[in-house]
C-alpha cells in the first residue's frame, strides 16, 4: 500500500534519515485536536482483490516494543468537515479541452502553459507524449531544451 497526499493533510512527516527511499518515503498526515494523526493510503487494483478475498491488512509501525492505538476506515472520507485550517476556497480553472471549470489544484499543464482537467488529461497525455516523441525523432524538437 502506498501513502496518498490529500487535501487536509497539515504535516510532511519526512522517512527517518536511517532508511533509503526504497524502504521508506514522506507521509501525508492530519493531525486533529483530538490527538489523532490520520494519512491515508491507497493500493492497486490486485491488493484490493485480495483484500476482497482474504479480509485482512497488516500493519507495520516502527515504534519499538509496543504501538499507539490506531484506527483504520475504508470509506472514502473520515473528514467530515475541513478542518479550520484549510482554505474550503477552491481556485477555478478552465479546462483548455472541455473548458470545464476545475479546481486548479487538481489541474496538469503542459509544455506550452495550458490547463487541463484530470479527465481531459488521462486522455490527452498518451496523445501528447506519443506525438513529442514524434517531434524529437524528426528533429523538431530538442529534448535537451
Ligand atoms: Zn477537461
Known sequence: MNPLKFKEATVELKKPSNMSDEDCGSLYVCQTEKGECISVWTTS???????LFHGKIWIGILS???????WLDC??????SAPPNTPEEKCLEKC???EKETDFDTMEEDADANYFCP???????????????ELV??????PEN
Open 75 to 80: 470509506t472514502n472520507t473520515v473528514f467530515t
Open 45 to 51: 487494483f490486485w491488493e484490493r482483490l485480495k483484500f
Open 119 to 133: 479527465e481531459c488529461w488521462e486522455e490527452l497525455a498518451p496523445v501528447m507524449r506519443a506525438e513529442y516523441e
Open 137 to 142: 525523432k524528426r528533429g523538431e524538437i530538442d
Open 64 to 70: 519499538g516494543d509496543t504501538q499507539p492505538a490506531i
Open 96 to 98: 483548455e479541452s472541455c
